[in-house]
């Protein structure tokens, strides 16, 4: 069956960075992917910036099933299955330091510095680096490129499955190609149409969003990645960060890294290169002078968001703005400021990264959880797809 560029990837952006982090020696241990969906479903919606949307858990579900299929059309040979997305790339032992931005006005720095980042500390770190798509494709063939990390807080946090983990996961396009996890199940809908399979229909309500998906898919898709090291990433989704005295979230923001040595783009197309060069590339640069990357994270402001999209929209509540969190909050008006720094030491050496997991809500904490409904449908989406591959 013919694979549609813009199906494939909009399955990378949503779903993420892949599963990606070994069991800690502390998680409790959890055999079944039953145990682990009902951890993740009981985990609450954070009041006053969610809501559940009307079908969301049997929407998961059906996404699911969407993805199974994907991943039993792209089999290996020996009937073994990719994972999902991220299938190729590479994993590297690092660390996250918090440090001081000097440069910040002290109202700024207690909005920022919050949770597990609210003192200058040091964590242990895997980082990941990998390619978007779920077939092991040349490294000149257009993508998105991922990169997640987990930060070992040595008992800071707990999360839900007993470790101490706190996961990340970001891509290198600046924002979501759709807003909620309804207007991408529309959109997976219609890509399995447009491969053949009859067994879906569209609501004709979607059909805009679907085609405007499928154009910023296409873009954020780019042939000029020089390496991992010197692209930036971005969250994508908001989470919260940090918690008040009454156990309600202090901040909200959207995190980015960028190259400690600035963005660097091919001049031409990658089409000529070699087909590993993206891998052979970040394993020399991490044994010779290292990997570093500024961590950033950038403050929600709803009036500022009203302000940047006009009257249609100033009417939403912060539920709105976050159950939305796919859309694009504008830079210019809401700043990424830089909380501290992701190393990967020089000397460093590729990690196995085969048989290991990532999931940014069963491996995170009240006070920096990912929200809206991209964020809680996705990680069903991954556990089910993870569960299947072992």
């Not at 997976?188 to 149409?193: D, H, S, T």
């Not at 590993?276 to 950038?298: E, H, P, T």
């Amino acid at each position: 069956m013919k694979k549609i560029s813009f199906f494939a990837l909009s399955f990378c952006l949503i779903v993420g960075a892949g599963f990606f982090l070994l069991e800690d020696e502390g998680e409790r241990s959890i055999a079944s992917q039953s145990e682990r969906l009902v951890l993740l479903e009981q985990i609450p919606l954070v009041k006053g910036y969610e809501y559940r949307l009307k079908n969301e858990e049997k929407m998961a579900y059906k996404l699911a099933n969407i993805f199974k299929k994907i991943a039993d059309e792209a089999a290996n040979a020996d009937g073994s299955l990719n994972r999902a997305t991220h299938a190729k790339g590479q994993c590297f032992r690092g660390k996250t330091q918090v440090v001081f931005n000097q440069n910040l006005s002290e109202s700024l720095k207690k909005k920022l510095y919050q949770g597990v980042f609210s003192s200058e500390r040091e964590f242990e770190t895997m980082v990941r680096f990998a390619n978007a798509k779920g077939e092991v494709n040349k490294d000149n063939v257009g993508d998105v490129r991922g990169m997640s990390f987990s930060i070992d807080t040595n008992g800071l946090i707990v999360d839900p499955m007993g470790s101490s983990r706190l996961d990340f996961m970001l891509n290198t396009s600046p924002m979501f190609a759709v807003r909620n996890a309804k207007e991408f199940y529309e959109l997976m809908k219609a890509a399995r149409l447009a491969q053949g399979d009859l067994s879906y229909i569209v609501n004709p309500l979607y059909f805009k969003t679907i085609y405007n998906a499928s154009q910023l898919l296409k873009e954020f898709e780019r042939d000029d990645t020089k390496s991992y090291a010197t692209e930036r990433y971005w969250s994508n989704l908001p989470y919260v960060h940090g918690l008040n005295s009454k156990r309600a979230p202090q901040e909200i923001v959207k995190f980015s890294a960028s190259p400690c040595l600035g963005v660097q783009r091919l001049k031409t197309s990658n089409t000529k290169l070699d087909g590993n060069y993206l891998q052979k590339d970040i394993i020399s640069r991490a044994a010779d002078k290292g990997v570093c990357f500024n961590l950033q994270a950038q403050l929600y402001d709803k009036q500022k968001l009203v302000k940047s999209y006009g009257k249609k929209l100033s009417k939403w509540s912060d539920k709105n703005w976050i159950e939305n969190g796919g859309m694009d909050w504008p830079e210019k008006d809401l700043p990424f400021h830089t909380i501290g720094k992701i190393v990967i030491p020089s000397g460093s050496a590729p990690e196995d990264c085969d048989q290991v997991y990532f999931n940014t809500r069963l491996h995170s904490a009240p006070e920096h959880l990912p929200l809206g409904s991209l964020a809680r449908i996705r990680v069903i989406v991954e556990e089910i797809s993870r569960s299947r591959r072992q």
